[in-house]
């Protein structure tokens, strides 16, 4: 296992869209565990594959906190297959967009259908926070940040705000 460097906006492979997994094999779970690891070196709830600059429709997720167990769940080719017309709202932030929440409404509930890590076909339903990171990171895999929820002028501000930061030199004191 290896922690992935996370790309970050304004990088266009972001804006990408992902290709679907034809079979889970070696290379799949090689790269299942790395995004595993990189989420949790990076303290995500959530990272997707395209995240770590590969368009492949794969993503993870935990979003259970330091005291409870680890709850890792994979998704292989996740496809949203309801939604609850009841609405929740968080204050998310992406590990591709440094030091930027937003407020998102996004169905409370959804439905997801997916492969998992074993290479079987699951659906199942998800709600409250983990519905909300789910539904995310399969923006993800769409090309769609949560920056596009805000208008042109909020999102070319914040993308030229972490541009400057990038271009930032480290500083020394010698
Ligand atoms: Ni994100």
């Known amino acids: 296992m290896s922690i992935r460097q996370i790309i970050t906006v304004p990088d266009e492979t972001l804006?990408?869209?992902?290709?679907?997994?034809?079979?889970?094999?070696?290379?799949?779970?090689?790269?299942?565990?790395?995004?595993?690891?990189?989420?949790?070196?990076?303290?995500?709830?959530?990272?997707?594959?395209?995240?770590?600059?590969?368009?492949?429709?794969?993503?993870?997720?935990?979003?259970?906190?330091?005291?409870?167990?680890?709850?890792?769940?994979?998704?292989?080719?996740?496809?949203?297959?309801?939604?609850?017309?009841?609405?929740?709202?968080y204050e998310e932030g992406c590990l591709s967009i440094p030091d930027t929440f937003i407020e998102i409404e996004r169905p409370k509930t959804c439905e997801i259908e997916y492969i998992d890590i074993n290479g079987k076909i699951k659906t199942q339903e998800f709600d409250g926070l983990l519905s909300t990171c789910v539904q995310h990171e399969i923006n993800h895999l769409d090309g769609k940040l949560i920056i596009d929820h805000l208008s042109k002028l909020k999102k070319d501000m914040i993308i030229k705000k972490i541009s400057k930061l990038k271009k930032n030199p480290d500083r020394i004191i010698v």
């Open 15 to 89: 804006k990408k869209i992902s290709e679907p997994i034809e079979k889970v094999g070696v290379n799949e779970k090689k790269l299942i565990n790395d995004l595993f690891e990189t989420m949790y070196n990076f303290n995500g709830i959530g990272l997707a594959a395209v995240q770590v600059g590969i368009l492949k429709r794969i993503l993870v997720v935990d979003v259970s906190s330091k005291e409870e167990k680890k709850n890792p769940i994979c998704f292989v080719n996740p496809i949203i297959k309801k939604i609850s017309n009841k609405m929740s709202v």
